[in-house]
């Protein structure tokens, strides 16, 4: 959900894509980013294009035509970034698990000492499957052997930690319609020192012109020399969402999805369902719920899209029927939004044949009188 205040800078008159207003649009839209990304980073920029366009930008830029490009592939859009690697013409291995889990520490750091890449390229938030993946291990394990990382932060950004410098990512991209709650259009990018050095001294041409760092830096930096017309009314819509979320206070908006998570998974429990991911391992914002045996999970979504207005997601690819996906995210992560869902599935679930046991509405009003609302 746009929180309502973003479609309001939307309306704002559009100024040219050289004006000194716009640039001071992004320069706001770069500190705010630096600070949700958790990074010193200088390079912290926002992309023409949706959450893609910034693992292209990561591929493209990073991944070098004939270079190893080991991907940690455990869903969708990882198998996203090997294909994109090997159109840049990288030579790509990947690490795979099976949809769901996550990489432990043993059997990434063992291929990444045996396979030493250029690049290692793993998601930390794979929506496919609602697995988050811890980060740090693997940056240290790729620095080792002198790799670098690039770290799919999609759906993370917003909404769980991402930490680029503590965990050591080297470059980190993201989109800005799931955790800031904005307009799809832009995807914020912020890239390492250490990788900025390696960009600096790499003597091809990145295959994508629009895509190129180099060139983007000239615009967006400095001289502001035209490169693309950028799409100023996304820039007033992402800036009025990061400051939505500074006045909300980034670490009380992470608390508010983990506790509207905990809610919604106690009341999942409740009504004898069961997670796909194991604790622990799961995105806060994007919840997976394993479909129960003889209901018809395309049956379930219609009927709550068509009784309560709600849309909820399937699984696909090896997940195909088997799960739902639930996104709680934004200004819908919430008391008022999750026990609505958990009451609207509850309801859709009995007339599909499903008994529920028990009230996850009940289940998950107890989390939330338990649960602080802030950290
Ligand atoms: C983890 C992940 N990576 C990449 C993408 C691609 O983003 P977009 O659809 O904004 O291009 C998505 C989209 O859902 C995603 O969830």
């Given amino acids: 959900m746009v929180e309502p205040r973003v479609y309001q800078a939307l309306n704002q008159p559009v100024v040219s894509h050289l004006d000194p207003y716009f640039f001071q649009v992004v320069e706001d839209c770069r500190e705010l980013l630096r600070q949700y990304f958790a990074t010193e980073n200088a390079f912290t920029l926002a992309m023409s294009g949706t959450g893609s366009a910034g693992m292209q930008t990561a591929v493209a830029n990073f991944v070098e035509p004939?270079?190893?490009?080991?991907?940690?592939?455990n869903g969708y859009f990882a198998d996203r970034m090997s294909e994109m690697g090997r159109r840049q013409g990288a030579r790509v291995s990947r690490l795979e698990r099976p949809w769901g889990q996550g990489f432990d520490?043993?059997?990434?750091?063992?291929?990444?000492?045996?396979e030493r890449p250029a690049v290692v390229g793993f998601v930390q938030a794979e929506t496919s499957t609602g697995v988050y993946q811890k980060s740090e291990f693997i940056c240290q394990a790729a620095h080792e052997v002198g790799a670098l990382v690039i770290a799919d932060c999609v759906t993370s950004l917003g909404a769980m930690p991402v930490e680029v410098d503590a965990n050591g990512i080297d470059i980190a991209y993201s989109c800005t319609q799931k955790g800031l709650s904005c307009p799809p259009g832009l995807a914020p990018v912020t890239v390492s020192p250490r990788a900025m050095e390696w960009l600096k001294a790499r003597q091809t041409t990145p295959a994508d012109w629009y895509l190129d760092l180099k060139l983007l830096a000239d615009y967006y930096e400095g001289a502001h020399r035209y490169h693309h017309t950028a799409p100023i009314s996304l820039f007033y819509a992402l800036r009025e969402g990061l400051v939505a979320i500074a006045e909300e206070g980034f670490d009380a908006r992470l608390a508010r999805h983990k506790r509207a998570h905990l809610a919604f998974v106690a009341g999942i429990e409740a009504m004898g369902l069961s997670m796909l991911v194991e604790e622990g391992k799961r995105i806060w914002n994007l919840n997976t719920v394993r479909v129960p045996p003889g209901v018809d999970e395309l049956a379930v979504r219609k009927r709550?899209?068509?009784?309560?207005?709600?849309e909820i997601l399937g699984g696909f690819g090896p997940l195909a029927g088997q799960i739902f996906r639930i996104g709680i995210m934004g200004p819908l992560a919430k008391e008022e939004s999750v026990t609505l869902l958990l009451g609207a599935l509850e309801q859709a679930l009995r007339e599909e044949g499903y008994q529920v046991p028990r009230s996850g509405v009940e289940a998950a009003k107890e989390v939330f009188d338990s649960q602080p609302a802030t950290v």
């Fill in 66 to 73: 004939g270079a190893k490009f080991l991907v940690l592939a």
């Fill in 105 to 114: 520490q043993a059997e990434v750091c063992e291929v990444i000492r045996r």
């Fill in 304 to 310: 709550l899209l068509v009784a309560s207005d709600i």
